[in-house]
């Protein structure tokens, strides 16, 4: 089944510790992108990549990493989480940039 | 940058009436996509349609449709014979060919269907 897959579903973390969500897709598409949902701003992109080895900046990049070492996989890092980046993460790919994006099922993080 | 406005948070249809949700939307293109974006309470995002701007006719997919008026840069949904499974948060979103494949999302509305 094609399908964009994340991991974990759910995370509770303190502030400071080092977390990653990944992301992996099985449809061998080129495009990937993270977004964030909070209430009453929609989504918003965090990073894209549009190949291996090529990503660049969304609208809210501050304090989020992005790696793209095989096509399938896409993790978001937050190197040292804050109460402020409690949302909910989804990851999202196309086949290429002008593509019907799909979406991944959800991460819910909340930083204490 | 473009902007994409949702005014009504929340929306109430009594089940098989109609109801229609706005969104807005700031650009300076003339070539862009839109789409409404579903998601109910499993918090999947399901693309329920899209628009080409460059098309003048309104989309349509089956009991959803869309009013485009470009010039005033409107976008509503039309959701027909209202069903209790369309009750989710509804996002309209706005895509420039200019800036790779990323969505500007709107803030959403939450419909509820009455039974």
């Known amino acids: 089944e094609a399908q964009v897959t994340q991991n974990p579903r759910y995370l509770i973390t303190v502030t400071g510790k080092k977390l990653t969500v990944t992301c992996s897709q099985n449809m061998n598409h080129e495009y990937m992108s993270w977004y964030r949902q909070d209430p009453g701003l929609g989504l918003r992109q965090i990073y894209y990549?549009?190949?291996?080895?090529?990503?660049d900046k969304g609208d809210v990049p501050e304090g989020y990493k992005v790696s793209r070492k095989e096509k399938r996989n896409f993790p978001l890092i937050l190197e040292s989480p804050s109460p402020n980046q409690t949302s909910l993460y989804f990851c999202?790919?196309?086949?290429?940039?002008?593509?019907?994006?799909?979406f991944g099922p959800g991460t819910r993080l909340t930083v204490t | 940058a473009q902007t994409v406005t949702q005014s009504q948070p929340e929306m109430s249809v009594q089940e098989a009436e109609t109801v229609t949700l706005s969104c807005t939307y700031d650009t300076s293109e003339s070539d862009y996509y839109l789409f409404w974006y579903k998601q109910p309470p499993s918090r999947q995002m399901i693309l329920v349609i899209r628009?080409?701007?460059?098309?003048?006719q309104n989309a349509t997919e089956n009991r959803f449709s869309v009013n485009f008026q470009k010039a005033a840069k409107s976008f509503s949904l039309k959701i027909s014979d209202s069903q209790l499974g369309d009750a989710a948060m509804y996002f309209c979103?706005?895509?420039?060919?200019?800036?790779?494949?990323?969505?500007?999302f709107g803030g959403g509305t939450r419909l509820m269907v009455k039974p």
């Open positions: 999202a790919s196309s086949l290429g940039i002008n593509h019907e994006q799909y």
């Open positions: 990549s549009m190949n291996v080895e090529v990503t």
């Open positions: 979103a706005y895509r420039s060919p200019n800036a790779g494949n990323m969505l500007t």
């Open positions: 628009q080409e701007a460059y098309k003048q």
